[in-house]
């Protein structure tokens, strides 16, 4: 099983090779309520550590997600283009957003283990 690596952000990535998947925590869906819109930046965009990577909108606002470590957008869950709210049902599992062709897996230490990131909350 791969570990999950959190941000101070409310982004998750779990890295599997030299791909990563990245979406929000539940309490990052919980916050934003109903969701309606997901969208990521093109597929082989390079995205830099902590830079926008892509949209969620809700009924309340919208939200950048950004990029818990850089590199190249990989892919994006296709399925929320048609259930965007499967976010809010199942964020760290169905609901990923995109993944990443990693560029430094190195970024990943400076980011928030599970305890570390609910004792943020």
Known sequence: ???TYYTKSHEWVRLDGDIATVGITAHAADELGELVFVEAKDEGTEIGQGEPAAVVESVKAASDIYAP???AIAGFNAKLSEE???IGQDPEGEGWIFKLKVGDSSQLEGLLDEAAYKASL
């Open 1 to 3: 099983m791969s570990t």
């Open 84 to 86: 965007p709210n499967l």
């Open 69 to 71: 470590i850089a590199g």
